[in-house]
T-cell receptor, first 115, second 112 residues
Framework: ETGVTQTPRHLVMGMTNKKSLKCEQH?????MYWYKQSAKKPLELMFVYSLEERVENNSVPSRFSPECPNSSHLFLHLHTLQPEDSALYLC??????????????FGPGTRLTVL | QQQVKQSPQSLIVQKGGISIINCAYENTAFDYFPWYQQFPGKGPALLIA???DVSEKKEGRFTISFNKSAKQFSLHIMDSQPGDSATYFCAAYTGSNYQLIWGAGTKLIIKP
């Protein structure tokens, strides 16, 4: 595997289900991100982890819970979601090193549908 | 002030034509302006980026024009090809945190 991988690619869940999204980066990066992408809207940054510590949490509802067990893996745990949470969830990674310009590498996303 | 405004929302260009997408910003602390390209079923990927100390950057058929005084920057795609059909996002970055500030995207269709 190369780059950033995400599983599953598609997920349909009811409002009472609990599910998790998984992201893995094979680039040796030190930061990982969760974004929500909805049609015709800017990408919404949800969470940022740097060196496995959460450094950004952009007022995301508590029904979304991130976990970063190591620098290569990132999870997004979902529970009691609402239909408006249906979207494409993108994972990204970057190296916040000397360049500092934060080129982010994205996975293909998980298309989430909440019924 | 943290917004990046992108236009148009969608664009149809004939093959061989020039595609132009525009972005505007307010925050003068932004010091890095990337453009990302996203194909259906894929995540965005960095296409080209510019820093505000230059007015233009060219990579192949893709050019960023940057107007610091107007706080605007644009992506020009010369000799547009059907394979360029994708959604394009502009973004801006201050370097002081981890956040890229994203435009809303432009869906570009190149007609053969």
């Amino acid at each position: 595997e190369t780059g950033v991988t995400q599983t599953p690619r598609h997920l349909v869940m009811g409002m009472t289900n609990k599910k998790s999204l998984k992201c893995e980066q094979h680039l040796g990066h030190n930061a990982m991100y969760w974004y929500k992408q909805s049609a015709k809207k800017p990408l919404e940054l949800m969470f940022v982890y740097s060196l496995e510590e959460r450094v950004e949490n952009n007022s995301v509802p508590s029904r979304f819970s991130p976990e970063c067990p190591n620098s290569s893996h990132l999870f997004l745990h979902l529970h009691t979601l609402q239909p408006e949470d249906s979207a494409l969830y993108l994972c990204a990674s970057s190296n916040t090193g000397s360049e500092g310009h934060n080129e982010q590498f994205f996975g293909p996303g998980t298309r989430l549908t909440v019924l | 002030q943290q917004q990046v405004k992108q236009s148009p929302q969608s664009l149809i260009v004939q093959k061989g034509g020039i595609s132009i997408i525009n972005c505007a910003y307010e925050n003068t602390a932004f010091d890095y302006f990337p453009w990302y390209q996203q194909f259906p079923g894929k995540g965005p990927a960095l296409l080209i980026a510019i820093r505000p100390d230059v007015s233009e950057k060219k990579e192949g058929r893709f050019t960023i024009s940057f107007n610091k005084s107007a706080k605007q920057f644009s992506l020009h795609i010369m000799d547009s090809q059907p394979g360029d059909s994708a959604t394009y996002f502009c973004a801006a970055y201050t370097g002081s945190n981890y956040q890229l500030i994203w435009g809303a995207g432009t869906k570009l269709i190149i007609k053969p």
